[in-house]
């Protein structure tokens, strides 16, 4: 009874390189979302996914980050070139079809550019 | 621009002793809200929601309390635990909105003592 599988746990990159961040929703979950948390702040909302399909990155930065959910295998959030600024943990939650407020949050992956 | 504020970074209380969390918002579109847990190294978990009609809920030993006029709520956890020290979000949605779009406070530390 796996929840929300987030690898890597720890990523490490020089800036100009790209991460690449993986989500395994819960069994079942057709929903992912990805939040990210900066030092000294709360999780901001980045983007909503279905099953190939986007369904709202209002809070992706309009640049070098991008993601998606294909038919089959995990999710993927992808950033860049990246920069120090980029430096955060990424949540990655997910839900069933329709809504549940309960999202299931993943361990995060915790991005330190270098 | 925070939406949700956490003023309070971190609470120390004793082991039997009421824990009350507080979290303001200035968003009046926002019409749930609900409370996360997060432990280190782990994703937050849901602890409890409040919708807008009702100024409680209550599920166990934690209750939430609404007060819409001075867009403020509270989480009241009694007796509290050792087990409870962890990081409180409080989070809000715009239920007619964007219900998927969960906006976060930065969090409360919360350290119970034995």
């Known amino acids: 009874n796996a929840g929300v599988m987030q690898n890597p746990r720890h990523l490490v990159r020089r800036r100009g390189q790209e991460a690449r961040l993986r989500c395994s929703p819960v069994k079942g979950h057709s929903h992912v979302y990805w939040y990210r948390q900066l030092p000294e702040e709360g999780l901001k909302f980045m983007v909503y996914?279905?099953?190939?399909?986007?369904?709202?990155e209002s809070g992706m930065p309009k640049e070098r980050f991008s993601a998606e959910f294909p038919k089959e295998g995990p999710s993927i959030l992808r950033i860049q070139q990246v920069v120090r600024g980029d430096s955060a943990a990424y949540f990655c939650?997910?839900?069933?079809?329709?809504?549940?407020?309960?999202?299931?949050f993943g361990s995060g992956t915790q991005l330190s550019v270098l | 621009d925070q939406q949700v504020k956490q003023n309070s970074p971190s609470l120390s209380v004793q082991e039997g002793r009421i824990s009350i969390l507080n979290c303001d918002y200035t968003n009046s579109m926002f019409d749930y809200f609900l409370w996360y847990k997060k432990y280190p190294a782990e994703g937050p978990t849901f602890l409890i929601s409040?919708?807008?009609?009702?100024d409680k809920n209550e599920d166990g030993r934690f209750t939430v309390f609404l007060n819409k006029s001075a867009k403020h709520l509270s989480l009241h956890i009694v007796p509290s635990q050792p087990g409870d020290s962890a990081v409180y979000f409080c989070?809000?949605?715009?239920?007619?909105?964007?219900?998927?779009?969960?906006?976060f406070g930065k969090g409360t530390l919360l350290t119970v003592n034995p």
């Open positions: 939650a997910s839900s069933p079809p329709g809504w549940d407020e309960k999202l299931f």
């Open positions: 409040i919708s807008s009609i009702k």
């Open positions: 996914l279905q099953k190939e399909n986007i369904i709202d």
């Open positions: 989070a809000a949605i715009n239920w007619g909105g964007s219900n998927y779009k969960l906006t």
